[in-house]
């Protein structure tokens, strides 16, 4: 069975870091694109940053000069450096492997449990 693994989610005051994991196996990783997701209440989740297989990254406005999205090919870990969190950052983050197919997006396997982010003084 494919897994997904995120960790370091918690909580952190507004301005403060956070530094998430998300570990898979090789044959997730080495191929495909990751992405890092979140899903805040009452929303529907979201593509926030993502990384293709020759490290080319690419990022949603809202996280855009505050997130960084990296990958360690020697350890199957895909990273998300959030820096100067907000409030509006509070969400359950996810990863998942991806491809594009006519112009649309498909996420390849089952989601993890996430790990939560909260941003609150």
């Known amino acids: 069975q494919v897994q997904l693994v995120e960790s370091g989610g918690g909580l952190v005051q507004p301005g403060g870091s956070l530094k998430l994991s998300c570990a898979t196996s090789r044959s997730i990783f080495s191929m495909n694109a990751m992405g890092w997701y979140r899903q805040a209440p009452g929303k529907q989740r979201e593509l926030v940053a993502a990384?293709?297989?020759?490290?080319?990254?690419n990022y949603a406005a809202s996280v855009k000069g505050r997130f960084t999205i990296s990958r360690d090919n020697a350890k199957n870990t895909v990273y998300l450096q959030m820096n100067s969190l907000k409030p509006e950052d509070t969400a359950v983050y996810y990863c998942n492997a991806y491809k594009w197919t006519l112009g649309v997006r498909y996420e390849l396997y089952s989601w993890g449990q996430g790990t939560q982010v909260t941003v609150s003084s």
């Open positions: 990384i293709t297989s020759s490290s080319t990254t």
